[in-house]
């Protein structure tokens, strides 16, 4: 295939959602208790439109990968120890807050000033790439506005699968209601693509990879460009988790059908 | 052709990568390392270029098991003087949870149950505390000593969360760009070429359990490096490889260990406790069992135990003990109404210098708990950890910028040196026969420990300790007087049927409460590993946790594996072996030597192998 793409993949980091997570009030507005002490993993619907980008890129020779992330520049540091043994890439940083609770508009709009700014980049040959969800709050219109911003016109969202044909257009599948997808098709470059899980399994460590990605990557951490996201009017009236129920028993001996009816009830309550 | 370990096949597929040094394990021994090295290259890099990748600067690599430099390690009360001499504005450096110490205290602990297996010596002592308390600082079942023996003192030290801490160092190493850390990574063996190691090889991924490739297959890589730095840890694989590779000095053996398991609460809002309130006891829930608890800023605490090998009881379970050691009335009435926020376990290696390893070799140091360099008199080992790396670091600084090769003679003249010049090495000695006493009983050993601590390592109490498979009692034997025939049996049976584990309905026998879940911080192990562990395990990597020889599995009474999984990740199973679920296991490596059983009488019938995952929670 000729078809080479320059794909940009919007990823930002978000605290490992196995730590405890406890939504407090702080000067500037909502937000988690220790953030900062928290591990912090690439937000794992962005981390499947990177895996899936480099599956797509190594598909299509000549196309090129970069991954553009917000966030504190020790978060950033701190989520490329695991993340760039994974996948080719190379990292676009941008120094701003943990990105839980800011404006989804004042973020794209950062994004989209970085990513137009950067160098080598081929409009025509854009991919834009990013999740459609976000483990740590999802705004839900990132992607769509910072490809607004862009002038991107094609836009898909909860993309699970991209068939690049031979003229270089492609047929993109999203998620739609009932476990189904909608097939589109698409003329080409550029197109923004929010991407649900994918298919593709979380890629195996592979020290070259991450050898050769931290060339760039802590060069980019140390020259990445401080941002401050307005809020733009944005308040929240209140911020609270899912709530866990948590209901332990020990019953010893229970019949099997009866822990079968149980669970059944619970489920239908 | 290179000599590799006969246990590794060759495969056409695997790949190679030169570096210059390799490291295995980021705990503090290799903070101390890489803070040391990457300094000295960031003052003087023209000298240390690299040789594996000419024209570069040296290449260092380190590789660490878990998925977050954070994860999978402790807190810690320490003197900090080798870290404070690495870092002298430490306490200003905002790392969160840490606090200065302000009060340390240590507490014998009474039974309130009746069930802990005292001695008639302890017994008669107890009584006496009873009957004496209104002239002594007797509270809530307790006895305040007058004071804290000064080789226990961590006066002018910190407390402090490791996974902080390590979060903090591996960002200021990473700053540096001269190092790289590379978490979720484990290492399978050292590699070798005669008696020389010339690297490590990465743990296969794309397996299933046993190891057979599957879909996504890719061999680990063989990286090859003049030095390996291996700090990986007391069950670490490496070390176990260069062990089973070389063998131990002439004396050494590790037969003493312990699980050090703990939680963090977040104390009620009304507590009293300050940060920095360092309480060390001993007495419950058995004698042998040493517990703690330390304040961090924020209402947080630690508190936990030790779970000596020397504590024979078969049906042993640390999770179980804890429960009832948060109840004892001493520390229940600060922790009623606390909340469990992290929960964790780690295998602690006990024979300090009597399980130094070779220290040095051909190609390959050695530093931290798996070199023997923690002091199980003071109940100090990070702080010696630290020291171990920062002294290696200093060494290959040295010899890099002599052209020196790393033989062992090298080593051993720079790193070796120092370290036996060193406070490490002076404690050592003195701790070295400290806990002896322990092995002939509960009162002889802390006999033993106060006259090693007293008289600088002079005098202490002699024995003679076995293998710590050897130290676990038969099950028939270590219940006779406690328990009818009748009871045991049924135990048994109800354990093989799959209902209650063994170990349970031997402490329900033994007279120990039921613990009744209070759904904050009593709750059930099950809900400790999701709410306070959360333990993950990437798919594709092989089991690490192997049972060699599935008929003495088959016989085995006791199953103290089991008892003493911190994170029930071994259960009984429908087959001869036990079951393991590697996505519930926390890597504490208690199952190494909570074997009774041995199939060559040197070593258990478990294998601790390499492997990814584990705990997740960085408040530790």
Known sequence: MTNSFHIVVCASTVPDPLQTLEPVTGPAGPTLKNEMMLPAVLDPWAACALYEAAALAAKHTGSKVWLVSLGPKAKLQQVMMTVAQKVPFELVAIDGPLGGFTDAHSTAAALAETIAAIPGLDCGKLLLFGGWESASRGAGVTMQVVGERLGIADQFQGVDQINVKEDGSFEILERVEGGKHQVSECAGAPAVLGWATGNLAEPPNRPQVGMANMRGVMPAIQKAKSVKLDANGLSYASVALPKQQRETRVVRDMPEDEIAREIVAWIAE | MSEVNPEIPLEAERQEMAVDIACVGFGPAMGGFLTTLTREMTSDGAALESKAVPGMPLQVLCYERADDIAAGVSGVVTAAKAIRASFPELASAEIPMMAPVKLEKVLYLLDPIGASRRSMTLRAGDAAIRTFRGMLPVKDDALELPYTPAFLQKHNGLVMSIGQFNQWVGGELMASGVAQVWPGTPVSTALFEGNSVVGVRLSDQGVDRAGNPEAGYMAGMDVRAALT?????????????????????????????????????????????????????????????????????????????????????????????????????????????????????????????????????????????????????????????????????????????????????????????????????????????????????????????????????????????????????????????????????????????GGRTLHDALMDACGWPEIVYDGKLLVSHQDALLMGGKVQAAGGFADHVRFRDAKLCAACAERTCIAMCSGQAITQGDEAVPAFDREKCVHCGACLWNCKQSPDGKNSNIEFKAGAGGLHSAEN
């Not at chain 2, 004396?251 to 060390?280: F, I, Q, S, Y």
């Not at chain 2, 640390?318 to 606390?338: A, I, V």
């Not at chain 2, 003249?413 to 092995?439: I, L, M, P």
Request: aromatic letters at 10%; charged letters at 20%; glycine letters at 14%.
């Open chain 2, 229 to 497: 730095v291996v700090g990986d840890g007391p069950v670490g694989a490496v070390g176990q490889s260069i062990d089973r590779k070389l063998g131990m000095p002439d004396g050494h053996a590790r037969h003493e260990w312990a699980v050090g398991m703990k939680m963090v609460v977040e104390l009620p809002e009304d507590t009293p406790l300050e940060a920095g309130t360092v309480w060390h006891t001993f007495g419950f829930p058995e004698p042998e069992i040493f517990g703690f608890l330390y304040v961090y800023p924020d209402r947080l605490a630690s508190v936990g135990i030790f779970v000596p090998s020397w504590l024979g009881n078969p049906g042993r379970s640390s999770y179980r003990y804890l429960q009832h050691f948060l109840q004892h009335p001493y520390l229940w009435r600060y922790l009623n109404g606390s909340t469990l926020r992290s929960w964790g376990a780690k295998s602690l290696q006990e024979s300090g210098a009597n399980g130094e390893p070779f220290l040095a070799g051909d190609g390959y140091a050695r530093i931290g708990e798996g070199s023997g360099s923690t002091n199980m008199l003071t109940g100090s080992g990070v702080d010696e950890a630290w020291a171990t790396g920062v002294q290696l670091g200093e060494a290959v600084a040295e010899m890099l910028r002599a052209g020196k090769e790393f033989t062992r003679e090298n080593i051993e003249a720079t790193y070796v040196r120092r370290r036996r010049e060193s406070f490490v090495e002076q404690g050592a000695q003195v701790a070295k026969e400290a806990r002896n006493g322990f092995h002939t009983g509960v009162v002889s050993g802390l006999i033993g420990m106060a006259l090693a601590g007293l008289t600088n390592g002079k005098f202490s109490v002699g024995a003679k300790i076995r293998p710590a498979h050897q130290q676990i009692e038969p099950l028939k034997e270590f219940y006779s007087q406690r328990l009818s025939a009748e009871q045991l049996e049924k135990a048994t049976r109800d354990a093989a049927a």
